[in-house]
């Protein structure tokens, strides 16, 4: 077997659970054990993340918590020394700890906010990618005039992906007050 939990089995079958209150509380609940080479491999993805996630905290527009969210899980399944790292960084810690000590929910207004942000880049990532491969330099109003390559399938992927974004945070991803 590639993982080995450390929860005790009643957490981990999804039984409702009160809020940890510790770092080792939540390194016990959901670090994972895994071979030598698999920890290799996420612990370089878990380290690509973070960087990811460092630029953000310079760079305006560019998130922060959103890359440190998978560098915590690529970390949570490689190196308990890295997990608890994650949860205890200064810088997205905090954040990252309460997303795990609450049972991986997120606060009602940031999951309005993602939505919301999901829903208005693809909207605007479509409508750009349409303006430019599809409609090309032809007329709005004359759809016989637009010369794009491309037929409108860029800008139709960005909006079903744009959904499963939406429909994922909105429905999957549980909730918390």
């Known amino acids: 077997m590639a993982f080995q939990l450390k929860a005790p089995a009643?957490?981990?079958d999804g039984d409702s659970?009160?809020?940890l209150q510790s770092v080792d509380e939540v390194v016990d609940m959901y670090s994972v054990s895994s071979s030598p080479s698999k920890s290799r491999v996420y612990t370089s993805l878990g380290g690509l993340f973070v960087i990811f996630a460092v630029i953000g905290i310079w760079i305006p527009g560019w998130p922060t918590v959103s890359w440190a969210v998978p560098a915590a899980y690529f970390f949570s399944i490689s190196s308990e020394r890295l997990f608890r790292w994650t949860l205890t960084n200064n810088y997205f810690g905090p954040a990252i700890f309460e997303y795990y000590a609450t049972g991986k929910t997120i606060p009602r207004h940031a999951k309005y906010g993602v939505v919301?942000?999901?829903a208005a880049m693809s909207s605007l990532s479509a409508y750009f990618v349409w303006a430019v491969s599809t409609r090309g330099s032809g007329s709005l109003g004359d759809p016989t005039s637009w010369?794009?390559?491309d037929p409108g399938f860029g800008a139709a992927t960005i909006l079903i992906i744009g959904m499963i974004g939406v429909w994922y945070v909105g429905f999957r991803v549980p909730t918390r007050n």
Do not use: F
């Open 10 to 12: 009643s957490r981990r």
């Open 17 to 19: 659970m009160e809020r």
């Open 116 to 118: 919301s942000l999901i």
């Open 147 to 149: 010369d794009g390559a």
